[in-house]
């Protein structure tokens, strides 16, 4: 009997595993499609969690079922149950497995925290940071070499600017060549803003009066979403812009369309409520920051 349930144990354990493993593997269809080559960092980190919970919630589901299934009590069974002393062994050991799980968890996030090269504010603001531009290198995962393409990008309230120095254009709209290594230059007018791609599954704080240096590698043709993940004041929410990835060929095409438009104020979601509010009749009652004037660029989508 013994040997039978030991039996039962190994093979329990062997399809719990395999179950979790399933799920893990299904959790990567959760997400966006990567579109960055960073983005495998945190895809493999976000299915190694999921894995673990997947694998935690079904033992423990599984172990009260069985209990509750064969060792329950009888219908009219009103005895108490024997009497059960404590077992320093299983009490040890169920304290060091979440105890060294906790560990792996922080270890393997800290080391994919390390490889994106993501700086929070503290770091850059920190007393020892000299002032200027800061680093923040997303690790090249599997990316081919290619030229670095240098952007400047511009966050203030509430509007992101991107400009491209070496066309001396600028556009509401961030353009990126796909398979070449991106370097931003990351600033901000006034407030903390957070430079954040879903697809790209990357990131960035941008503190007032510093610049972030911040590169990463776009590796999927499409149009994806830029947002402030940080709240920046009342209208934060309507501070997005498309990110085109081309072909290196319809970039350098769209750079060279976009250079010959004269530059003129782009549409502004932000400053075109707030002028609407400040002319209606109905007042919120509480201060609100004036947006910026909308950008003078040469292309906004």
Excluded: C
Excluded at 4 to 29: E, F, H, K
Excluded at 35 to 63: H, K, N, P, R, W
Excluded at 130 to 147: C, D, F, K, L, W
Excluded at 282 to 296: C, D, M, N, S
């Amino acid at each position: 009997m013994k040997i039978w349930n030991v039996l039962i144990l190994i093979v329990s354990a062997i399809a719990l595993t395999a179950a979790s493993l399933w799920i893990g593997q299904q959790a990567y269809s959760w997400l966006p499609p990567q579109a960055a080559a960073e983005s495998q960092l945190i895809d493999d980190l976000f299915s190694f969690l999921v894995t673990l919970g997947a694998f935690i919630f079904l033992g423990v589901t599984a172990t009260l079922m069985y209990s509750v299934t064969f060792h329950r009590a009888g219908k009219y069974d009103f005895r108490d149950g024997p009497p059960i002393e404590g077992n320093v062994t299983l009490e040890v050991v169920w304290t060091a497995i979440p105890i060294l799980l906790v560990f792996w968890i922080a270890g393997y996030s800290y080391q994919v925290y390390e490889q994106m090269a993501i700086r929070g504010p503290m770091e850059v603001v920190h007393l020892h940071m000299p002032i200027g531009m800061e680093s923040a290198y997303a690790a090249p995962v599997n990316s081919p070499t290619q030229p670095v393409e240098n952007i400047e990008v511009n966050a203030k309230q509430w509007a992101w600017v991107f400009r491209y120095p070496n066309q001396g254009v600028t556009s509401t709209e961030l353009h990126l060549p796909v398979n070449h290594r991106v370097r931003l230059a990351l600033q901000s007018e006034d407030v903390l803003h957070g430079f954040y791609i879903p697809a790209f599954r990357l990131k960035q704080d941008i503190i007032p009066k510093r610049k972030i240096d911040f590169e990463f590698t776009p590796v999927r043709i499409g149009k994806y979403q830029l947002t402030d993940s940080q709240f920046s004041g009342t209208y934060f929410a309507t501070m997005q812009a498309n990110v085109v990835v081309d072909s290196p060929e319809d970039y350098d095409k769209w750079l060279a369309e976009i250079a010959t438009h004269k530059p003129s104020p782009a549409p502004n979601q932000a400053v075109a409520e707030y002028t609407q509010e400040t002319k209606g009749l109905i007042k919120t009652g509480w201060a609100t920051v004036e947006p910026a004037q909308p950008p003078v660029v040469n292309y906004s989508n």
